[in-house]
């Protein structure tokens, strides 16, 4: 089958998620791409968001932790036909882990058929030397073709098979990294959208955040206006640049058998 429609859910803070899931989507020539952006405080999606049986639902999400973020209640929206979906984890260079594996048994949960998964190196957030340019037009790029051919040839047979991934569907959580922040109160001008953009609802219109539902997207750096969030990185990125800098390629895996 050709899909009728790419239906392109992510979740994407600071957009490299997004940028490698649009190279994705851009080698399935000529059929048409709708965007889903999840990235959204609790409550502002619509409860259903179906998806038709003749159509591929591509999901992409950063990994925090070596799992899709632990935001209460992401994806479930996302409601299947038994049509296929795709998987993109996108990390910046550490370990993908158990994130496209617990991804595809949500999505087999909510009625999809997981044919494949992809996971690809992007800038990390606090430590942007490691995954700088990638996705890149080399390497990377041959590599999301190849997936995308693999996938169609997954979608061409009579009937759709999931595709073996790697990792735990329920893995153990481990604690996040932390990463000390504050908010300049003198720039501050007190509008609110970073409270209001958290997709976590961790943070309160008072500033106040609650350490247990932050996933450190940034998603409240990104939306202040005055830069007024200040994070300090440094001993994340160290440890960071010191055990993870031997650029990692792109892995992809394919109903069927086919791997990359």
Known sequence: MKPSKLQLAYFSPCGGTLRAAELLCGQFEGVPVERVNMTCPPGALPGVIPVKKEELLVLAFPVYGGVPPRVEGLFRQLKGQGGPCVLLAAYGNRAYEDALAAAAAQLTRQGFVCVGGLSCVTPHVFAPRLGAGRPDSGADLAAFRAFAEAV????????????????????????????????????CIDCGLCARACPAGAMDRRYQVDGARCVNCMACRMACPVGAWKFDPS??????????????????????????
């Open 152 to 187: 169609k040839r997954a979608l061409a047979q009579p009937a759709l098979c999931p595709a073996a991934l790697p990792g735990e569907a329920q893995p153990a959580l481990k604690p996040l990294k932390p990463v000390p922040r504050v908010r300049d109160t003198e720039r």
């Open 235 to 260: 001993g994340v990125r160290a440890w960071l640049e010191e055990n993870f800098a031997q650029p990692r390629p792109v892995e992809w895996f394919a109903a069927g058998g086919a791997t990359g």
